[in-house]
């Protein structure tokens, strides 16, 4: 079973630009989520997708937005992008959401890097 | 709120050593607690969790148990290998009512092992 994919890698843009990141979930996983990671503030949540639908948002501002298509894949995109954004950024998936304990499984990252 | 305290690195070991990295926690509802791994250039892998009080999660001979009266779940691993070299995080989801909420990060702490 393919894991979670995300693309690109790795991403350089420059101040005001603004970019897109693409999630493939595990084959079967309706629920998508995406986290920040920086040294700093370490691994902070940015939403949850499940069936298209947001369920969920953590405390970023309204230039981070996202969507889930139909086949569960997802996109987040960032506008006007600011230094403080270079980060990596981890997708995550799992099969519901809700009352759920099933473990997220995580990509690699989509490395972001702001000049 | 809902926290995750865990100790900072860096912590570099022996081979062969006993691992201890302290966690501690704040959360209200009922949180199920989480170990994930990261080994660099990758995501997050989960290591292992526990949904309820005195609960003892374990995997790859690493441990964990879930003591509620000292909002303690830290990770232990008898005798640690060249390859458990990596950041660990630990993580809180809390259920509030219905709903399983977003997964909440320590800092985390990197573990370097030498032979």
């Known amino acids: 079973k393919a894991g979670v994919t995300q693309t690109p890698r790795y991403l350089i843009k420059t101040r005001g630009q603004q970019v897109t990141l693409s999630c493939s979930p595990i084959?079967?996983?309706?629920?998508v989520s995406w986290y920040q990671q920086t040294p700093g503030q370490g691994l902070q949540f940015l939403f949850e997708?499940?069936?298209?639908?947001?369920?969920n948002k953590g405390n970023f501002p309204g230039r981070f937005s996202g969507r889930q298509f139909s086949n569960s894949r997802s996109e987040m995109n960032v506008s006007t992008l600011e230094l403080g954004d270079s980060a990596l950024y981890l997708c995550?998936?799992?099969?519901?959401?809700?009352?759920?304990?099933?473990?997220?499984?995580f990509g690699n990252g989509t490395r972001l890097t702001v000049t | 709120g809902n926290s995750v305290t865990q100790m900072e690195g860096p912590v570099t070991l022996s081979e062969e050593a006993f691992l201890t990295i302290n966690c501690t926690y704040t959360a209200t509802g009922y949180p199920s607690l989480f170990w994930y791994v990261q080994y660099p250039g990758e995501g997050l892998q989960l290591l292992l969790k526990?949904?309820?009080?005195?609960d003892k999660g374990s995997n790859k001979g690493f441990e964990a148990t879930y003591r509620k009266e000292t909002t303690s779940f830290h990770l232990e691993k008898g005798s640690v290998q060249v390859s458990d070299s990596a950041v660990y995080f630990c993580a809180l989801s809390v259920f509030n009512g219905g709903s399983q909420g977003n997964l909440i990060f320590g800092k985390g702490t990197k573990l370097s092992v030498k032979p």
């Open positions: 084959s079967g996983h309706r629920s």
């Open positions: 995550a998936s799992k099969p519901r959401t809700g009352v759920d304990n099933s473990p997220l499984h």
């Open positions: 526990a949904t309820k009080a005195d």
């Open positions: 997708y499940f069936s298209e639908t947001q369920r």
